[in-house]
């Protein structure tokens, strides 16, 4: 029988509108399920919010790999410097800044990249 891997979930809600927080030690663990590109850098975290709705619903669990590169028309976590998380979609990126799309209500935002941490793709969402 073969072993299903742990994915470990890094991120608390802390009563923000939208996002999360983002943990460096794991909340819960879910079983891996994501497929054949499925690697030990994987997290996921809990959708919190309805700005991106319909795309994501909360309580759904959204992975993120870190390892493959985002991409503009996918949809991507970004972690702030203040460790605040949000999911939204990558409209582009350059050397200084990164713009993204929320779906509601429709808005495309730009943020200076002295702002942002890091972001990840999105590989999968587990709905119940």
């Known amino acids: 029988m073969e072993h299903t891997p742990l994915i470990p979930v890094l991120g608390l809600w802390h009563g923000?509108?939208?996002?999360?927080?983002?943990?460096?030690t794991p909340v819960a663990y879910v079983s891996g399920w994501c497929g054949n590109w499925q690697n030990e850098h994987m997290f996921a975290v809990y959708v919190h919010g309805e700005r991106m709705s319909p795309r994501f619903r909360p309580g759904e669990l959204v992975f993120i790999d870190?390892?493959?590169?985002?991409?503009?028309?996918?949809?991507?976590l970004v972690e702030f410097t203040d460790q605040v998380a949000l999911l939204r979609r990558l409209v582009s990126f350059s050397p200084s800044h990164?713009?993204?799309?929320?779906?509601?209500?429709?808005?495309?935002?730009?943020?200076?990249?002295?702002?942002?941490?890091?972001?990840?793709?999105?590989c999968a969402i587990f709905c119940r």
Do not use: M
């Not at 923000?16 to 460096?24: A, I, P, Q, R, Y």
């Not at 870190?66 to 991507?76: T, Y």
């Not at 799309?101 to 808005?107: A, E, I, K, V």
């Open 66 to 76: 870190p390892v493959r590169p985002p991409q503009n028309g996918k949809d991507v």
């Open 98 to 122: 990164i713009t993204l799309r929320q779906f509601n209500p429709p808005r495309t935002i730009k943020y200076h990249k002295s702002k942002i941490r890091s972001f990840y793709r999105v």
């Open 16 to 24: 923000l509108d939208e996002g999360v927080k983002v943990t460096k």
